[in-house]
């Protein structure tokens, strides 16, 4: 038997699946915090631009990966998993949504020019927030009814979908189906084409890794950190 059947027959195997979206989160997260907290000066009248455009720019893009990708595993592998899915791609137009006006703002759109950035940034963590539960909500059910290669396989699909979907918030796109992958398609090349324009650097995504060992392989290597953090390679 191989450590990584140990792992399994444990149930403490490592997740490649949660790993990956966890990391994602965490950097989103950190992403937010600084773009919230900038503040330009006369000196630097563009910081905001350049903390704020990451965050756009990476959040807008696992937003719509994983529409395209853990909603049809939802579908595929959950009982509930097709209003799972629409939760999910609801939600996603309430961030993307919250992420246009944060675009708006920051760009000078007459239309939010009288809203408060504290308004911006607090409609922006709500929605985060949320999106987040359901996010985690997936990830954890698939855990228990998919195995770890289908786990593997979902956060591969998921990283390469990320290289391959829009890079700005599309909130009235269709998200699901055909007719979501589709308007992918075409806001990518659209997407595609002002980021050069613009010179707008894209962050990449997070790679799937196994960043962790499990506990019998600790246990074989008498390194025993169950309850450390994953330590990046």
């Known amino acids: 038997m191989t450590d990584n059947q140990l792992d399994d027959t444990t149930g403490a195997g490592v997740d490649t699946l949660a790993d990956t979206v966890s990391e994602t989160h965490d950097v989103l997260s950190r992403r937010l915090a600084e773009a919230e907290s900038c503040r330009p000066t006369r000196e630097r009248p563009r910081d905001r631009l350049r903390a704020t455009d990451p965050f756009l720019a990476s959040t807008s893009r696992h937003v719509q990966a994983a529409c395209a990708v853990l909603g049809p595993a939802a579908r595929r592998h959950l009982p509930d998993g097709r209003r799972r899915a629409h939760d999910l791609a609801q939600q996603s137009r309430r961030l993307e949504g919250a992420l246009f006006q944060t675009k708006a703002k920051l760009y000078g759109s007459t239309f939010v020019v009288r809203r408060p950035w504290s308004s911006i940034w607090d409609e922006v963590t709500e929605e985060f927030d949320a999106w987040w539960r359901l996010e985690q909500g997936l990830v954890d059910d698939l855990a228990a009814t998919t195995s770890t290669a289908d786990r593997d396989a979902i956060a591969e699909r998921l990283f390469h979908a990320e290289k391959h979907v829009p890079t700005r918030p599309h909130p009235y796109l269709p998200h699901q189906g055909v007719p979501g992958r589709v308007a992918r398609g075409v806001a990518l090349r659209v997407d595609r ?33 169950l309850d450390g953090p994953a330590v990046e390679e």
């Open 193 to 225: 084409f002002w980021d050069t324009a613009e010179g707008r650097m894209v962050p990449e995504p997070v790679r799937p890794h196994r960043s962790r060992e499990g506990r019998i392989t600790q246990y074989l290597l008498a390194d025993p950190h």
